[in-house]
């Protein structure tokens, strides 16, 4: 499974949803606090490009030398309605300051220098420490990831339903333990809708509902790199649904 750091970073990188939340702004319109993009720089601090009059701009201005403490939350929301669709944040806090010169005129880079991080999603709670955030590598398919799921939703929503045959028979499956049953052909009925849920270079999270709402986990033989192993990784996903 990818690590805590791996997957706050992979965020952090992600095209979810950010809000930078500053001491004193909690007036600030939500809008006002998202900023326009986002990246991590070689020592693991994050750069957040605003508009050059966005409330955080002119608190980080007025800061000057003293610290200015921020929090950037990123919220992950499943790119395919199921239920329960908030599918995990990020906290990544620490300290604010201005960067001039790195942005186009009308434009204010802000530097957040990365304090602690930590992330409650699919996979669980936990911290990060600044170090281990900094080293951390980024999924290789976040950048595709909701294009990805949404494509096997609506063009191979057939093979995605076969995977309620493999419930209970692969050990990559997580099926809580309230949802097992002896037969695991009484497990599947026709009730059970699978939606994809979450794509990573380690496997495909399904989301089965109807009487009952539970995720199950498929991994992968072997991580994938890059789109044309997960194609290969799916195929054989898919052959194994089929059999």
Do not use: K
């Not at 690590?3 to 007036?27: D, H, N, Y």
């Not at 990060?128 to 063009?155: G, I, K, T, Y």
């Not at 498929?218 to 991580?223: H, R, V």
Request: charged share 25%; net charge negative.
């Amino acid at each position: 499974m990818p690590s805590a750091a791996e997957r706050t970073r992979t965020l952090v990188q992600s095209t979810c949803s950010a809000l930078l939340l500053v001491p004193g702004l909690e007036s600030a319109r939500p809008e006002q606090l998202m900023p326009q993009a986002r990246v991590v720089g070689t020592d693991g601090e994050v750069f957040l490009l605003f508009p050059a009059d966005a409330p955080t701009v002119r608190a980080a201005t007025h800061a000057q030398d003293d610290e200015l403490s921020a929090v950037l939350e990123i919220t992950d929301v499943a790119p395919i309605s199921v239920p329960q669709r908030i599918r995990g944040r990020a906290w990544v806090s620490g300290w604010l300051t201005c960067v001039p010169d790195l942005a186009e005129p009308g434009s204010m880079m802000l530097r957040l220098e990365v304090g602690e991080a930590s992330v409650d999603d699919l996979w669980g709670a936990e911290s990060v420490d600044p170090e281990a955030f900094a080293n951390a590598s980024v999924d290789p398919l976040v950048a595709h990831e909701a294009e990805l799921l949404q494509h096997l939703h609506a063009a191979h929503d057939d093979q995605v339903q076969a995977l309620c045959g493999l419930l209970g028979e692969r050990s990559g499956t997580v099926v809580p333990p309230a949802e097992r049953r002896a037969d695991a052909q009484e497990a599947v009925t026709p009730r059970l809708r699978a939606v994809p849920l979450a794509l990573d270079r380690f496997g495909l999270r399904v989301r089965f509902t109807g009487e009952r709402c539970f995720d199950a986990r498929f991994d992968f033989p072997t991580p994938v790199r890059d789109i044309t192993e997960l194609r290969r990784a799916m195929h054989t996903l898919f052959g194994a649904a089929s059999h």
